[in-house]
């Protein structure tokens, strides 16, 4: 089972940029799918972006697109969450997560087995 750790929240300002980190171990990384997940105060968890074991197909959320990218380090089992021009709707909890190869396929939370703790973000003025 592959642990899964979250870095890199924070309280940031609108138009700022930030970068998360999750850093995976105990699993065969360079197979795994990866996603970012998030969720807002009073809100529910909402699919960020997601990338397959071979950078081939990433995929994110209408919200983020063109803001954020992700990326996968396989040689440092690390996964990235490129974010900028960052907004207040961006604010919550973020949730790295692992899955199959086969979950990019179909990228909800339900299909990802492994997730970290999570990292909480502010955006504030």
């Known amino acids: 089972q592959v642990q899964l750790v979250e870095s890199g929240g924070g309280l940031v300002r609108p138009g700022d940029s930030l970068r998360l980190s999750c850093a995976a171990s105990?699993?065969?990384?360079?197979?795994?799918?990866f996603g970012w997940f998030r969720q807002g105060p009073g809100k529910e968890g909402e699919f960020v972006a997601t990338i397959d074991w071979q950078d081939r197909t990433i995929l994110y959320s209408d919200s983020v697109k063109g803001r954020f990218s992700i990326t996968r380090d396989n040689g440092k089992n690390m996964v990235y969450l490129q974010r900028n021009n960052i907004q207040f709707h961006d604010t919550g909890v973020y949730y790295c997560?692992?899955?199959?190869?086969?979950?990019?396929?179909?990228?909800?939370?339900?299909?990802?087995?492994?997730w970290g703790q999570g990292t909480l973000f502010i955006v504030s003025p």
């Open positions: 997560g692992a899955g199959s190869g086969t979950t990019i396929l179909i990228p909800r939370s339900c299909r990802y087995y492994s």
């Open positions: 105990g699993g065969t990384f360079t197979t795994l799918t």
